[in-house]
């Protein structure tokens, strides 16, 4: 028997060329394709009457042919042959483009089981290219459940499931790892028949189970992961912190926290007194007070004579950051830093020194902060802004500045918990679900374009009572066939036609990066009027200025974006107001976005989108964190997922330390899979 770390050109058929076409699928061994799973099925096990086919439709039917195929030549490169077939119900034309074999396989008179699709209409009925096998031959392509894989150029479906049933009978597939009773109670196939049956299912019925299957393994291998983990850091030391007297802190405050910023400050505080690094993430709706959190967490590590970084990922936040630890730290006797990319050179190098001798205790940066020049004395808390946009990699570099620092990390994303548990891996959660006193809601509205005069009325009242406005559209470039409001195209009109005697600005994500902050740094100013964007905007510079946001065909957002969106006005005392714009009447698009309009919860409106769309919304491109799963899909399988990490926290308390054969595989594959990750998790 073979082994699963063998390479798959140890298959008849898979020579050195093959090898490159299935390594631009990430195949390299037996086990890697074994696990690479079909991505759909095409049911080929039910025959079909020829008079009961149905247009567009793909199925089986058996029949006779009842001529002679004739093969015409067209011109240089095409060949076309035409055969009639029939069964006792109807007759029916086959067509072949360049299809030497079908003219020579068909015979007169002989009966064969066809696949394929008929296209046509009442002038009559044709199938082109079907598939097709005589009636005594093995089901190969017709009579069964056919798998269809992902592909890469140069190799067909055909050529992988040859090269995958081939690995399957030379080796035994990976090894059970899910505990009988486990099985038992959610109804879960052994691996072996799992394995197989992905592959080669009996029927539909049957690719079912083995996907559930394949989708609670994974579920429950990264869940299992994910406690080991947490139990591998709860073994890290570090000195507990004595003083964790907050009285001086809340004194110099200009208010009273929330309710949940109080919560959230207990939990650090409580971390700090284990004597084991803090992992925690502050999930809070914009405006929800995360920097007043992150700022307790820092007095009390200056309390202890630790040092602070805090990295955001852009240096207008940098900026706004320190500014805002600077007023409300310096009364204190804390010296905050700011270190970014634009200093000048000895600039750096005077902060730099600062933070060495440990004269400095507090640091604002960006990617500054990890170059190798940058040392601290005694680094103690790592605060990381707007998680999604820091691989883990990045956090882990600046941690690795000092001996096993606390890790704090801020976002502005309401993720339902669900998803909150595996975007971000193994950190605690606090949530901050409520916003700060004398906060007002952002008034917002669904439009359809006849109220076009009357929003660009309300940009102009806005903009004569001293205020900035945000035009938010969902495309760059114009494009015909979408006709999406373009952000180049929608300036140039606003400032040309409708505002030639406003400032308009302009940001969108093909500008540089150095270009895109000047833009949002000028805006922020108070230099520009209206400021039309795309969504690069979602996370950025907090402009108090700003009291409108017009977001152009807003169908074309997820909620949980509209709603980060929403966030970048309302941040001043004046009232904001959010409008919505969109040409589509569907009545399911119309009901997603007027959920938006009659909640500002983030949570709710998270929960809503999770519903409607799925969860590719929360993850979208951001490096979430999350390994690649091979088979699960977070937007069907959510129930999984839960019944997934139900099994597996059992599995950990019975197993956990167990030398039982299921335990040591089970350990083999979570490093397999966290190793797969490449370096995405903590």
């Not at 898979?14 to 074994?34: E, M």
């Amino acid at each position: 028997m073979a082994k699963l770390s063998d390479p798959i050109t140890l298959l008849k058929g898979v020579g050195p060329a093959r090898a490159k076409q299935f390594a631009n699928l990430n195949i390299f061994t037996l086990r890697d394709l074994i696990c690479h799973f079909p991505r759909g099925y095409e049911d080929r096990t039910r025959l079909v009457p020829i008079e009961k086919l149905a247009v567009d439709e793909p199925a089986c039917f058996r029949a006779m042919v009842m001529n002679t195929p004739r093969t015409s030549h067209i011109r240089k490169g095409l060949d076309i042959t035409k055969v009639q077939v029939a069964d006792h119900t109807a007759r029916l034309t086959l067509t072949f483009f360049n299809n030497r074999f079908a003219a020579e396989q068909l015979q007169y008179g002989a009966e064969y089981i066809f696949y394929g699709a008929v296209s046509g209409d009442f002038i009559g009925y044709n199938m082109t290219n079907p598939v097709f096998e005589p009636l005594d031959s093995r089901p190969v392509t017709t009579r069964r459940v056919l798998p269809i894989y992902p592909l890469t150029a140069g190799l067909s479906n055909a050529a992988v499931l040859k090269a995958v049933s081939q690995a399957l009978a030379i080796c035994d597939p990976p090894a059970e790892i899910l505990p009988e009773p486990v099985r038992q109670r959610y109804g879960i196939l052994p691996a072996e028949r799992a394995y197989t049956a992905i592959h080669a299912p009996a029927s539909m019925a049957e690719a079912e189970l083995a996907k559930k299957r394949l989708v609670f393994e994974e579920f429950f291998v990264f869940s299992a992961g994910l406690s080991l983990m947490r139990a591998a850091r709860a073994e890290k030391r570090t000195e507990a912190y004595p003083n964790l007297d907050m009285r001086p802190f809340y004194g110099v405050l200009p208010f009273t926290l929330t309710q949940a910023q109080k919560r959230a400050v207990e939990d650090i505080l409580l971390d700090f007194g284990k004597g084991v690094p803090m992992n925690r993430l502050v999930q809070g709706d914009v405006g929800s007070g995360k920097t007043m959190v992150a700022a307790a967490a820092i007095y009390c590590a200056a309390g202890n004579h630790k040092q602070s970084a805090l990295m955001a990922p852009t240096e207008i936040l940098a900026e706004q950051h320190y500014e805002s630890l600077r007023k409300l730290l310096a009364p204190l006797g804390i010296p905050v830093a700011l270190l970014t990319g634009s200093q000048t050179a000895k600039q750096k190098r005077t902060v730099r020194e600062q933070i060495g001798s440990g004269e400095v205790q507090v640091v604002v940066g960006t990617h500054a902060l990890l170059t190798e020049d940058t040392q601290f004395q005694d680094l103690g808390l790592v605060v990381a802004d707007e998680q999604h946009r820091f691989g883990v990699g990045q956090r882990s570099k600046l941690s690795a500045k000092g001996e096993s620092p606390h890790l704090l990390v801020m976002s502005a994303t309401p993720i339902p918990r669900t998803l909150a548990l595996l975007m971000y891996g193994d950190l605690d959660v606090s949530i901050l679900d409520e916003l700060p006193p004398g906060r007002e809601a952002v008034d917002t509205f669904l439009v359809g374009e006849s109220y076009r005069p009357r929003i660009n009325a309300f940009i102009r009242k806005q903009v004569s009572e001293g205020h900035q406005c945000f035009v938010v559209c969902p495309a760059v470039e114009e494009n015909e066939e979408l006709g999406l409001k373009a952000a180049t195209v929608w300036a140039e009109t606003l400032q040309k036609t409708v505002f030639p005697d406003l400032r308009i600005a302009l940001l969108h994500g093909q500008m540089k990066g150095a270009e895109k902050e000047a833009a949002m740094a000028s805006f922020a100013r108070g230099e520009a009027d209206v400021m039309v964007a795309t969504t690069v905007i979602e996370v950025g510079v907090d402009v108090p200025n700003a009291t409108l946001m017009v977001i152009e065909d807003a169908d074309r957002f997820g909620l949980s974006q509209l709603h980060q969106l929403r966030g970048r006005v309302g941040r001043g005392k004046a009232k904001s107001y959010c409008i919505l714009t969109s040409h589509n009447r569907n009545p399911e698009t119309l009901q997603r976005l007027k959920a938006l309009c009659k909640t500002t919860d983030g949570f709710k409106i998270a929960e809503e989108d999770l519903k409607l769309r799925g969860p590719g919304d929360f993850f979208g491109s951001r490096q979430s964190g999350l390994p690649a799963f091979r088979v699960a899909d977070l937007s069907f399988d959510l129930a999984t997922l839960k019944e997934a990490q139900a099994a597996s926290a059992e599995w950990i308390d019975t197993y956990g330390t167990s030398d039982a054969p299921e335990a040591a595989a089970l350990r083999e594959r979570i490093g397999e899979l966290f190793q797969r990750a490449e370096g995405t998790m903590n």
